[in-house]
């Protein structure tokens, strides 16, 4: 299927979603979620998907929300439509989005990419909340999910001078997992995709899982959570297999059941 704003490409078991407005520097507008929804809702569907890419461009990989889609509205109408709530639903893609970011991802774009599960950085990405320059805030999570990230004193510095964070900082601050030369990210982001969605499925959709209650619970909720989810991994014919081939010294053969 084609899409106006993204372009969407299988690549063995890994999706590969390339936002492509870049006369924009891919600014996200209402077409590009709609765009992102159906995507992502047909990969979580597909059981040949393991694991997505999303990425843009060499420039940016968005440089924010449609700026232009939003000067004119007013109160009654960014309330009224619960603007940017719908963001929320790519959120709750169940298989791991990994962000492969080079060059700007700013205001909407920052915050897209700390939606994905983690986020491989080129060495060019410049991140930023730069909202306050514009007299608003961060709308799409970036406040929370940038606190929880680099914690409170970068957060802060980030949302209110609305400065820009390069690559190297970003990964000192935990907001990346590894930077890798602009020429081979995408490669290395779906190599890493490739990797993940090479393990057992059920295994994978419960690690993600876990991770996320991290930043929902308590520890002792979050440690009883992960047991109790260890547990039932061991009702699955993949955890027999895994355990199997470790013993037998051969890969595991998934059936995802
Ligand atoms: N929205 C719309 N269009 C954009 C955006 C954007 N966020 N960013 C860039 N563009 C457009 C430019 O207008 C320009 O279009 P045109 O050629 O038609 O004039 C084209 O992309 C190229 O951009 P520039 O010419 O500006 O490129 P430069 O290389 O000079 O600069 C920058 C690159 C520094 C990235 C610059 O474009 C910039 O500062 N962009 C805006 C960054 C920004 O402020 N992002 C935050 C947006 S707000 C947001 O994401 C969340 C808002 C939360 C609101 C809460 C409501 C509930």
């Known amino acids: 299927m084609s899409y106006e704003t993204i372009l969407v490409e299988q690549r063995g078991a890994v999706t590969l979603v390339t936002l492509n407005r870049p006369q924009a520097l891919n600014a996200l507008n209402s077409a590009v979620l709609a765009d992102l929804l159906d995507a992502f809702a047909k990969f979580d569907a597909d059981a040949s998907q393991g694991c997505a890419v999303l990425t843009g461009g060499e420039k940016a990989f ?11 509205q007013g109160f009654a109408d960014m309330y009224g439509s619960n603007f940017f709530a719908g963001w929320e639903g790519f959120t709750r893609t169940r298989k791991p989005v990994i962000a492969a ?11 897209l990419a700390m939606m994905c599960d983690f986020i491989l950085a080129a060495d060019t990405a410049k991140f930023g909340q730069p909202e306050v320059k514009l007299a608003v805030a961060p709308g799409m999570g970036g406040s929370q999910r940038l606190a ?14 609305g400065r820009m964070m390069g690559a190297e ?27 993940i969605a090479g393990m057992a499925p059920l295994s994978v959709l419960a690690n993600k899982e876990l991770v996320n209650a991290a930043f929902e619970t ?27 081939a470790f013993v037998e010294k051969r890969p595991g053969n998934w059936t995802g059941k």
């Open 169 to 195: 900082e970003a990964e000192r601050a935990g907001l990346v997992s590894r930077i890798v030369p602009a020429a081979d990210l995408v490669e290395e982001a779906v190599k890493t995709a490739a990797t």
């Open 218 to 244: 308590t520890l002792a909720q979050g440690v009883q959570f992960e047991r109790r989810l260890f547990h039932g991994l061991f009702g699955t014919a993949d955890q027999k297999e895994g355990m199997a």
């Open 101 to 111: 970011v080079a060059g700007f991802a700013l205001g909407g774009g920052c915050e």
């Open 62 to 72: 968005a440089a924010g929300a449609d700026i232009k889609e939003m000067s004119s």
């Open 148 to 161: 929880r990230a680099v914690g409170k004193a970068k957060a802060m510095d980030m949302c209110l001078t």
